[in-house]
């Protein structure tokens, strides 16, 4: 069982996904299987009109699927991530992994490392997950890095989704839980920026398929609970070679500052809602960079900051974010000319 994912037209692009049963060979082994290109109803994702609806699956990465393998197959079940496609071979305006390739590539040479922290929040119907059914739980402070009953809301599924995540070897990095009851953060990471983005794409319809089948859904909205309750970020922590080795922050920092407003629009949609200056983030409308400030746009890890070379930290991306949108976008505006 192969399952075929891609992103769809939607104005925030949400997670598509079908099965396909492929044959094997004989002999033949998981490093040298190629998935074939595969076509879906376009029609039906907001990619084409329905006289004119065939769009083209274009496999760029296939995982091992941690939720249909049981351990015991001879070939194993797959995850096959895919790039969407017109019939005649260009890629669909939806498609902005393309974009991000080539980006990528012209930018070889400096050597940029991605990490991104994903922040969501859990629902159960329309109430954030263990919200009473009426009125509120208890106001935030005790929740972040929460152990214990009414403290942690979520964590078999939460657990069950790292361990997915390990088992189909993508980049993971952590998790912890976060500010708002049923608010919590993995983090996909460090690695170039492809497979950054595709594993954090894999990463998100992992916890979508674990949480549904607790009847659960997953949100990524900025600001999924109007009111004194954190938002929700994707911050994106980045570096190049020449950052990791002599710093040279300042300069960095004065090209996202040049750049605010265009980064600003493409890190999200609502991130007026999220970015107000309150709850740990910086206003949209301003640029502030500083050292172990959680309230900066760009935060410079202490670690860092002492050791003056690293990386840094765009605290402004929404966890709703396009990541082959906002790794391209920082890799033009900090990146060599
Ligand atoms: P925070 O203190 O902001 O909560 P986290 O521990 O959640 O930080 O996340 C730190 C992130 O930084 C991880 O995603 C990790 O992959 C990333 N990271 C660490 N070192 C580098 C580096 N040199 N270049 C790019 N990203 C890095
Ligand atoms: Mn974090
Ligand atoms: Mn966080
Ligand atoms: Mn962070």
Redesign the pocket.
């Known amino acids: 069982m192969a399952e075929y994912i891609w992103l769809d037209g939607e104005k925030v692009p949400e997670i598509r996904g079908k099965t396909k049963i492929l044959e094997i060979k004989e002999n033949e082994k998981l490093d040298e299987f190629k998935a074939s290109t595969w076509g879906f109803d376009g029609s039906s994702t907001m990619q084409a009109e329905g006289h004119n609806s065939d769009c083209v699956l274009e496999p760029v990465r296939t995982y091992y699927d941690p939720i249909r393998n049981t351990g015991n197959e001879e070939f194993p079940h797959l995850l096959v991530l895919n790039e969407v496609m017109l019939p005649n071979g260009k890629p669909h305006s939806s498609n902005t992994r393309f974009g991000l390739k080539h980006i990528a590539e012209r930018h070889q040479a400096e050597k940029f490392?991605?990490?991104?922290?994903q922040e969501y929040t859990l629902f159960q119907g329309d109430r954030p997950f263990g919200f009473p059914k009426e009125g509120f739980p208890d106001p935030q402070g005790r929740y972040y890095c929460g152990v214990g009953a009414g403290k942690a809301i979520g964590r078999q599924i939460i657990e069950e989704h790292m361990r997915a995540c390990l088992e189909a070897k993508l980049l993971f990095?952590?998790i912890n839980a976060e500010v708002m009851p049923g608010q919590w953060?993995y983090?996909i990471?460090?690695g170039d920026p492809l497979k950054v983005a595709d594993d954090l794409i894999v990463a998100r319809y992992l916890m979508e398929r674990i949480a549904e089948e607790q009847g659960v859904s997953v949100s990524l909205a900025p600001k999924p609970c109007p009111g004194d309750w954190n938002g929700a970020g994707a911050?994106t922590?980045?570096?190049t070679k020449k950052m990791?080795e002599f710093g040279g922050f300042d300069a960095v920092i004065e090209k996202l500052r040049e750049r605010h407003q265009e980064h600003i629009a493409v890190y999200g949609q609502g991130i007026e809602e999220r970015l107000t200056g309150k709850h740990e983030t910086c206003p949209y409308t301003e640029f502030r960079s500083g050292v172990s400030d959680r309230g900066a746009s760009i935060r410079i890890p202490w670690q860092c900051e002492r050791e003056r070379k690293?990386?840094l930290?765009d605290r402004r991306p929404c966890a709703n974010m396009d990541p082959y949108v906002v790794l391209g976008k920082i890799m033009e505006t900090v990146g060599e000319p």
């Not at 490392?113 to 922290?117: C, M, P």
């Open positions: 490392w991605f990490g991104i922290e990095a952590g953060e983090q990471g460090t911050h922590n980045f570096s990791r690293g990386y930290e």
